[in-house]
């Protein structure tokens, strides 16, 4: 019996020893810092002064597809990332990071190389378990911080008059061409927005490295990292390795010395073997990615609004998530996004998921959405109107000496050329329009988030808020990423197994060449980046162009 | 006691869980104080695709012709064979196909109540009571082997067929009986020869010295009284 006992207790440690499976068992899942990661993804051509130039990247959806699919794939033991060069926005890598914290919560490491680090590499890096760093590379930790251009005075000395109407103390662009420094509203609006973005940013990484967010934030403040070896001292990384040095570690991990025997598979190959699920069920994601404009340019109203119907029409389509990454644009072409995401909620349930930002116009599309997952750095808000109406008149006069006159039939058809201010009675009328459309705008958030109009108005007024924050004011419901969105969407209608399918599609290689042979009916026009300063639009652009990190 | 016994045999049982619950970082830091040891590596024998060998392999084999009316009527009977040149295709290291050119000699020894003899400047067998004649004869052949080949580390198998061409054939009667003086050679037309012979043969190494076993269908001498089939036993050295 005594015999019996001494077995079993020699058997504990044996078993779970045996069952840790000494060294990793797999393939490593490798993330390369030369890819990048865009909302839709796919092939987009820039045509350059040196030529064709044609970029890949990866979708964000496919990216957490596969990154969620490791977490209980035998085959990959770990993953590894190469954080040089990566390239995705802030609340993407917020999602990424999300989902290795699942990876390496179910015991698969993660490990990060690369030879310099700044914010949004570190951000990136600091979910690895190790981070390692070359023994020559360097980087600096500067925080969150916004540089932002004022033109008033340039404008006087050219002779333009550019004349802003809006509604929201908080809608801040447009301010650049008004004003010669930031007004106190834009300044409040930014500190508390950039606060809350960092604040996100710091506890992560604090809380990933075993540090308090006042140790990290010393860190940043001060400046007391820089050359490879003041990483290491301050705890941000786990060790210095030539790349030779770092190929030799992955191959311990695997309990060999060659490397010949290590398997390795890239994020591009794994995620073209994820399966496609069964067809006939089918979670539409409906990408409203870029500005929105009427015609020649990221997000087209009408075009948009068409698919979205198309969507409402499909059978298969049992829940739709609506991934908004825009911020803003025209008010028409919103309008049209919003009526049929509308007419789709009655039918269907809607999901909302933002990315990067769901501002101004990208939030009216969404307000009235079933529910709405945020990313705590995500952009959103900016619940405002303004319109801009240059006079250029004196500058042509004054730079190129030419004398504009206009003649009409009533004493407002010089109104809208863009030569001449806006008259006093001109200018209250504009406002009016402005009035009325910020009060729908209000309308459509009240109705859709179940709110008063007065609490609308009162976190209204243009102001931009972090997600973060926005889910503490009522305009977004739950933070999480755009799986948990279409797991949330698939739980509303039962759906266990079911097929993803995106709207727009990525573009291909050979989409890009037919566009540029064919034309496209939106083919963009350069010009009509200068629409919104006559019409008025919902923009959030100042903030989201500005916000560095 | 009981109760001992239980819980740690509940801890055996959930051990294994105990193990996969440790966090990846707990995991790197055991996984970085193991010990790697550093495996021999393996030599790959590195193998073209198609090869051609000179000189590939040396046989010497012993006929068996003692079927049925033929028992006691052969001595020891023999051929001998090597290659000239052999193209092999190997798709694998260990899988071979081959095609040869060998030659052979065979002789065939007749015993007391048998006899080659010439007639008509071609060979013929006789029945014979002339107890102190004995005679031989022998034919050159070349030959295309052709054969598949497993190598399993140093063992070999083998099997296939050959096709024979005889080229020259020749007998030669020695007597004992001083009268006659009768100890001649003569080279047959080689018209009783069989024109078109082949045998199956399979073959068994190790490293490089082998034995083969080899089957002919055909009789040796087409008109002549002449075994209808035989079979040759023998040893060989691979040299491929």
Redesign the interface.
Known sequence: ?KR??AF??A???V??????D???KGKILKLDGNESVTEIGGSSFSLTLSGISNSKSLSLLDVERALEKVVDDDKIA?VYINYDHFSASVSSIEEIRTLLGK?????????AYGASLGNSSYYLASAA??IFLHPAGSGSLTGLGTTQYFLKDLFDSLGVEIQLIRHGKYKSAGEMYIRNDISPENREQYEVLLGSLWSTIAEEIAASRGLSVEEFNSIVDNLEVGIAETWIDKGLIDGLKYRDEMEQYL???F????PAEVETVSIRDYISSLKKGPSGKKIAVIYADGEIVRSGGDIVGEKLAAQIAKVREDEDVKAVVFRVNSPGGEVVAADMIRREIELLKAEKPVVASYGAYAASGGYLISAACDRIFVDNTTLTGSIGVFGMVPALGGAIKKVLKVNVVNIGTSPHSGMGTGMQPLTEEEKAKYQESIEDIYDDFVTVVAEGRDMEKTAVDDIAQGRVWSGKDALTIGLADEKGTLLDAIDYAASLVKLDKYRISTIPEKKSFLDNIRELKNGESDDYDPLVRFRWLLEPGFHAMAIMQYISL | ?KK??LI??A??AV???????????D??S???E?V?V??E?KQEHKHDVFQINPLAHFGYGWHRLDADVYADRFGPSREVFFNTITLGIHPTSWVSLSAGLDLKWDKFKADESYMFAVVDDDITTLDHAFSSMKSCFTTFSLTVPVALKFELGPLGISAGSEFIFPMKSKTKVRSDYNTLNTDFSAVTKGGQVTKFQYDFFATLSFETIGVFFKYYPKPVLEKAPFPETHYTLGIYLDLN
């Open positions: 019996m019996f006992i079993l207790i058997l504990v440690p078993a779970a020893f045996a069952a840790g000494g060294f990793l770990m990876i390496s919560a179910a015991g698969k490491p993660v490990v378990d190790r191959c311990h991990l309990g060999t010395t060659d | 006691m001992i016994i740690l045999s801890l055996v051990a294994p869980g105990l193990s996969a619950q440790t966090p990846a970082g995991r790197l055991q996984l970085e193991m790697v550093a495996k590596k």
